[in-house]
T-cell receptor, first 117, second 112 residues
């Protein structure tokens, strides 16, 4: 079974801190994704990566950056945390398919519930 | 913006009954996927249906896709208390480059 592991289930940080959320997958997937999930807003894509050192902005990249130095690891960075970044963060991975069509399911970690005080 | 919209937002049924939820989307897709999320957990993939398919089954799950109406439905037959969860549809729209757009979800409560 595919395993996507997020480093923390719960995290509490202070406004202005630099926050790192880590995600590791064990299935040699090319694609990795970071979402945030908020009540009433569903899942929104922050960033995704289809290869090592490659990244693309999603729908809400402001205030975030990412790093993918190794294929299995995708990190989300909050450069200067703010209270409006309090949310559930979900990491996912999938096979690439082609760049035009994936037709692949995404596999999710259990999420990190991040609170910014 | 959300491409898929689920209906209803919430559903409460008795164990043994069937649960049906619907998803509508706005533009042409490569595929549509359904996911389940238990409270406080990540999403679990249930079924992927491609744009040239009309119906797929997996155990007690049945998914239909009507591309002319830009809609899909998920049917859970003979529901169990363990089916209590939120269900999301997600669309891979054409030229998305492997990205999915998720709807807001349907919260399903199955009462024993």
């Amino acid at each position: 079974d595919v395993k996507v592991t997020q480093s923390s289930r719960y995290l509490v940080k202070r406004t202005g801190e630099k926050v790192f959320l880590e995600c590791v997958q064990d299935m040699d997937h090319e694609n990795m994704f970071w979402y945030r999930q908020d009540p009433g807003l569903g899942l929104r894509l922050i960033y995704f990566s289809y290869d090592v050192k490659m990244k693309e902005k999603g729908d809400i990249p402001e205030g975030y950056s990412v790093s993918r130095e190794k294929k299995e690891r995708f990190s989300l960075i909050l450069e200067s945390a703010s209270t409006n970044q309090t949310s559930m963060y979900l990491c996912a991975s999938s096979y690439l398919g082609t760049f035009i069509i994936s037709n692949q399911p995404q596999h999710f970690g259990d999420g990190t519930r991040l609170s910014i005080l | 913006s959300q491409q898929g919209e689920e209906d209803p937002q919430a559903l409460s049924i008795q164990e043994g009954e069937n649960a049906t939820m619907n998803c509508s989307y706005k533009t042409s897709i490569n595929n549509l996927q359904w996911y389940r999320q238990n409270s406080g957990r990540g999403l679990v993939h249930l079924i992927l249906i491609r744009s040239n398919e009309r119906e797929k089954h997996s155990g007690r799950l049945r998914v239909t896709l009507d591309t002319s109406k830009k809609s899909s439905s998920l049917l859970i037959t003979a529901s169990r208390a363990a089916d209590t969860a939120s269900y999301f549809c997600a669309t891979e729209y054409k030229a998305a480059g492997n990205k999915l757009t998720f709807g807001g979800g349907t919260r399903v409560l199955v009462k024993p």
